[in-house]
Nanobody
Framework: QVQLVESGGGLVQAGGSLRLSCAAS????????IGWFRQAPGKEREFVSA????????YYADSGKGRFTLSRDNAKNTVYLQMNSLKPEDTAVYYC????????????????????????WGQGTQVTVSS
C-alpha cells in the first residue's frame, strides 16, 4: 500500500504563488511516477502534471505550462508542484496520485494524463485564487 498526502493549498490572490507537496509513505519503492490532477466545482477532474520518480521526466497540461513546475525529493519521498502566476481559473481541489500496478517506462504524456492508470490517490488540498 502507498499513502499519499497533499499539503500546501490555501487562498492566494491572482498572480500569486503556492507550492503544493505530495508526501508518499508505505511501499514507496513501488512508486514510478506521481501525477497531479485538479477538480473545480461542477467540473470533471483534469490532469495537471506528472513526474517520473527515477528520471525526473515531467509532463504538463497546457493550462500549467510556463507557470507550474514539478520537482521531487526522493530522499523525502515527496513531490512538489510549484504554481506561479496563479489565476482564478486555477481554483480547485488538487490531488496527487500514483500508478502502481501497470506502470511502464514507455508511457508518454497522454498515458500519464489518464486517471484510470492511477491506483493510489491522496485526499486533496484546496487551492483558491481570488481575483
Amino acid at each position: 500500500q502507498v499513502q499519499l498526502v497533499e499539503s500546501g493549498g490555501g487562498l492566494v490572490q491572482a498572480g500569486g504563488s503556492l507550492r503544493l507537496s505530495c508526501a508518499a509513505s508505505g511501499r514507496t519503492f513501488s512508486i514510478y511516477a506521481i501525477g497531479w490532477f485538479r477538480q473545480a466545482p461542477g467540473k470533471e477532474r483534469e490532469f495537471v502534471s506528472a513526474i517520473t520518480w527515477s528520471g525526473g521526466n515531467t509532463y504538463y497540461a497546457d493550462s500549467g505550462k510556463g507557470r507550474f513546475t514539478l520537482s521531487r525529493d526522493n530522499a523525502k519521498n515527496t513531490v512538489y508542484l510549484q504554481m506561479n502566476s496563479l489565476k482564478p481559473e486555477d481554483t480547485a481541489v488538487y490531488y496527487c496520485a500514483a500508478p502502481l500496478r501497470t506502470y511502464r517506462s514507455s508511457w508518454n504524456m497522454e498515458t500519464h494524463a489518464r486517471m484510470d492508470v492511477y491506483d493510489s490517490w491522496g485526499q486533496g488540498t484546496q487551492v483558491t485564487v481570488s481575483s
